[in-house]
């Protein structure tokens, strides 16, 4: 009893107000989560589910980089999305960056993997002009839920680009106080990007965001939670219906 209404105030709090704080402390202590959970969702088979998503609007770009391509991975976490890129590629140079505690734990579980600057610093401060030819955040710069920092950093991004580079963001950008964790919508980091040089594309979302919120803390079993993720992304790809995905996939192309 006493769970359930703790769980329905929160309910009620998140449909009704949005913490516009800094909330790295948050990030720094889930660190040393178990797996996937440390960045992701407790359900693992979701986790998987949602990785494969994102690989595959990730590699088409891995393979048009020139040999030795600089990379910045941006919140990199555990380090998960770095390791995914070297398997795929393993010339890029990448820089992965996210806070010390995120940083020990990728650098610890990719010990054997070449080619990675992994650096301690806020995606806020982190810049290098005209470095990189791909800039990546999944389901990262969007976690800067305080919304002038967010701004400074896609203009940090921005400014690290190459000319003919890309930036694409696989991010939860939402507007409405239950869903938002930057509380930004995909048309205004659509014009922002589009305001700093880049010609921008919004790709079909990715992860039906009801069927998320209803399994992502669950042990809902692995053959179930595929099923019901197959499902879900069907009815995001009917028309009109992309506004139901929670992961918006921009892509910028700096001119
Ligand atoms: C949802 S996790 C995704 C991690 C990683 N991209 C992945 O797919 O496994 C969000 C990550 O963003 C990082 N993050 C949040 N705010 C950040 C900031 N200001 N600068 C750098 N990283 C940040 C968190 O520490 C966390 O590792």
């Known amino acids: 009893m006493t769970s359930w209404i703790r769980r329905s105030r929160s309910l009620l709090q998140r449909l009704s107000y949005h913490?516009?704080?800094d909330n790295s402390e948050h990030w720094k202590s889930r660190a040393t989560a178990p797996g996937e959970s440390a960045v992701w969702f407790k359900n693992e088979a979701l986790n998987r589910c949602i990785?494969?998503?994102q690989f595959r609007i990730l590699e088409p770009y891995l393979w048009k980089l020139p040999q030795g391509a600089h990379v910045l991975d941006l919140g990199c976490g555990t380090g998960v999305v770095t390791r995914h890129m070297l398997?795929?590629?393993?010339?890029?140079?990448?820089?992965?960056?996210?806070?010390?505690?995120?940083?020990?734990?990728?650098r610890a579980e990719s010990v054997q993997y070449q080619g990675v600057e992994w650096i301690c610093q806020s995606a806020t401060e982190f810049k290098r002009f005209e470095q990189f030819d791909l800039v990546v955040s999944v389901g990262s710069i969007s976690m800067i839920?305080?919304?002038p920092d967010f701004w400074q950093a896609i203009e940090n991004v921005s400014v690290s680009v190459v000319r003919g580079g890309i930036v694409l963001l696989i991010d939860p950008f939402h507007t409405s106080n239950f869903l938002a964790r930057v509380k930004v919508s995909p048309t205004n980091v659509r014009r922002s990007l589009q305001a700093r040089g880049f010609n921008v594309d919004q790709h079909r979302g990715i992860t039906f965001w009801p069927l998320r919120e209803m399994i992502s803390n669950t042990n809902t079993n692995s053959n179930w939670t595929e099923r019901l993720y197959c499902l879900g992304e069907a009815v995001i790809a009917l028309p009109g219906l992309d506004l139901l995905s929670d992961y918006k996939v921009i892509i910028g192309e700096k001119l």
């Not at 398997?87 to 990728?106: E, G, T």
Request: glycine share 4%; no cysteine.
């Open 145 to 147: 839920r305080h919304e």
């Open 51 to 53: 990785r494969s998503a």
């Open 19 to 21: 913490p516009g704080n």
């Open 87 to 106: 398997q795929v590629r393993s010339d890029l140079r990448i820089v992965a960056i996210d806070f010390p505690q995120m940083i020990d734990r990728a």
